[in-house]
C-alpha cells in the first residue's frame, strides 16, 4: 500500500490572506482540491492523507471528503514536522510521498517519477538549482555566501514508509525541520534527487497568489448632450466652457464610460441598472461617488483596477491642456498611477452630433486584476 501525505495544517502567515491560503479559491476550486486531484490521478497511491488546521477541519472534509472515498482529513499539529508525524502514524509499509499543499501545479509526470525512482532506489526528492547566492547570516550580519553545492528541494518527496517512520521516531526536541528529507538525512542516511519543477512552485506570498487571478477587460460607451447653464465634468474635473453636459446625475460622460467598462470586465450589468435615472438619490450626483462605488461592486468580485484607456470625443473644447488633471483625478480615485491610464482626445470632423457640437462622447475599456 502507498500513501501520499499532503500538508496543509501551517498558518500561511505570509500569504496574508484572511483565509486559509489553501482554501483560496481561483479557476472553479481550491487550491487544496487542484493539488489533491493530481495525487487522485495516480494509481499507485492507495490513500490520500490531508493534514488540516482543527479550525477548519470540517470545511476540508466538505470539500474533499466527495472526492474520492481514498481521502482521509486529519488535525495537524503545531509544526509541520508533528503534522507529518502524526499522519504516518495512519501509515504502514510501502512507500510514502510527502507533499506540500500549497503546491497545486505539481504534474501528476513528476509524482510518477519520484515514485518510480523511491520504488527503484529507496527514495528520492525533486529538486532545483539555486539561482539566488545564499548567504550565512551570524549575528546581524552576512559572514559568507555561496551558491555551489546547494540545491532547492521541492515536493512530493518519497521515502520508504518505515523508514521515514523509523526516522520521525527518532525526533529530538530541539530538532528542527522544514522538510521531510531533513529528517530522512539526519537519523537514516543520504537521500536520491531528481529534476524537479520550475512551475511547481509553493504559494507562500501575496503576490504568488494575486498571480492566480486572470486579468479581465471590459469595454464602455457613454454620450450626453451639450447644453447650456450646467458645468461640464470630464473624468472628475471641471472644464471651463460656455456649456455643460446633460444628465440626471452631473453627467461625467468620461466617468460613465469608464465605470460601464470596469463592470463590463467582471460581466456585470450597467451602471443604469446599479444607478438608476430615475432615483432621485443620484440626482446631480457626482460621478466621483458613483466610480466609488463601482470599486466597491468589482471588489467584491475579487478585482482591482489594473489601467484604463479613454477616447473622449469632443468638438469643443479643446481637451488637451486638461488632460493631465483628468489622469491624475482618475488615478487617485482608481488607486493606480496616472501612467497606467491611457487618454485620447478628438474631434468628429464637424460630423454628427458630437461634430455640431451638440454632445460629448467617450468610449472606455478597463482592465482588471
Ligand atoms: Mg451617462
Not at 555566501?145 to 525526533?171: H, M, N, W
Not at 536520491?192 to 504559494?203: A, D, Q, R, S, T
Not at 471590459?218 to 465634468?233: E, F, N, Q, S
Not at 460613465?256 to 446599479?274: E, F, P, Q, T, V
Amino acid at each position: 500500500m502507498n500513501y501520499a501525505i499532503i500538508t496543509s495544517a501551517g498558518s500561511g502567515k505570509r500569504a496574508g490572506l484572511k483565509i486559509d491560503k489553501n482554501l483560496f479559491f481561483f479557476d472553479g476550486s481550491t487550491v487544496i482540491e487542484k493539488t489533491v486531484a493530481v495525487f487522485l490521478k495516480i494509481k499507485k497511491i492507495d490513500k490520500i492523507i490531508v493534514t488540516v488546521p482543527q479550525k477548519n477541519k470540517r470545511t476540508y472534509e466538505k470539500l474533499l471528503n466527495k472526492l474520492s472515498p481514498k481521502i482521509t482529513v486529519v488535525c495537524g499539529g503545531e509544526t509541520r514536522t508533528e503534522s507529518v508525524k502524526n499522519a504516518l502514524d495512519l501509515c504502514t509499509g510501502g512507500y510514502v510521498l510527502i507533499h506540500d499543499g500549497a503546491r497545486p501545479f505539481v504534474s501528476e509526470k513528476l509524482v510518477k517519477k519520484c515514485l518510480y525512482k523511491a520504488i527503484n532506489e529507496g527514495n528520492c526528492v525533486p529538486t532545483l538549482p539555486v539561482t539566488d547566492t545564499l548567504s550565512k547570516v551570524n549575528n546581524g550580519k552576512i559572514e559568507s555566501t555561496c551558491r555551489d553545492g546547494f540545491l532547492r528541494a521541492q515536493t512530493p518527496q518519497v521515502f520508504k514508509t518505515e523508514e521515514i517512520k523509523k526516522a520521525y521516531s527518532k525526533l529530538e526536541a530541539d530538532d528542527v525541520f522544514t522538510d521531510d528529507c531533513g529528517v530522512y538525512c539526519k537519523y537514516i542516511g543520504a537521500a536520491n534527487f531528481i529534476c524537479g519543477e520550475v512551475g511547481n512552485i509553493k504559494l507562500t506570498y501575496k503576490k504568488d497568489f494575486e498571480n492566480l487571478i486572470p486579468k479581465r477587460t471590459g469595454i464602455g460607451y457613454d454620450l450626453h448632450t451639450l447644453v447650456y447653464g450646467r458645468k461640464l465634468m470630464l473624468g472628475g474635473v471641471k472644464i471651463p466652457h460656455d456649456k455643460g453636459l446633460l444628465g440626471h446625475s452631473d453627467a461625467d460622460v468620461v466617468i460613465h464610460a469608464l465605470m460601464d467598462a470596469m463592470l463590463s470586465a467582471c460581466a456585470l450589468k450597467d451602471i443604469g441598472h446599479y444607478f438608476p435615472d430615475t432615483d432621485p438619490n443620484y440626482k446631480d450626483i457626482s460621478g466621483i461617488i458613483l466610480l466609488k462605488k463601482v470599486l466597491k461592486i468589482i471588489k467584491k468580485q475579487g478585482y482591482k483596477p489594473i489601467n484604463a484607456s479613454l477616447v473622449i470625443m469632443a468638438e469643443k473644447p479643446k481637451l488637451s491642456p486638461y488632460v493631465e488633471n483628468i489622469k491624475c483625478s482618475l488615478a487617485n480615485i482608481l488607486k493606480i498611477k496616472p501612467s497606467d491610464i491611457g487618454i485620447t482626445c478628438t474631434t468628429a470632423e464637424g460630423v454628427g452630433l458630437v461634430g455640431r457640437e451638440e454632445a460629448i462622447a467617450c468610449y472606455a475599456t478597463a482592465t482588471l486584476g
